[in-house]
């Protein structure tokens, strides 16, 4: 299980959390400020799917 983090930057009035939401995703992030949320995240593959793969979008 992952854990939930939060920080508050006041001065700037900016919140960012992770672990509340997207658990599947192996990172995810959510970025406040105001009435506005920015949602970020990012998964990845353990293996390549074929040996000649280097990039697939």
């Known amino acids: 299980m992952k854990q939930k ?3 508050t930057i006041e001065e ?3 919140t960012i959390s ?3 939401i997207a658990r599947l995703a192996n990172g ?5 400020k105001g ?3 920015l949602f ?7 293996d390549l799917r074929s040996p ?5 979008p």
């Open 5 to 7: 983090h939060s920080v």
């Open 12 to 14: 700037l009035g900016i």
């Open 18 to 20: 992770t672990g509340s």
């Open 28 to 32: 995810a992030v959510t970025i406040s």
């Open 35 to 37: 009435e506005t949320t």
């Open 40 to 46: 970020v995240s990012a998964t990845a593959a353990e």
């Open 52 to 56: 000649d793969q280097d990039f697939f």
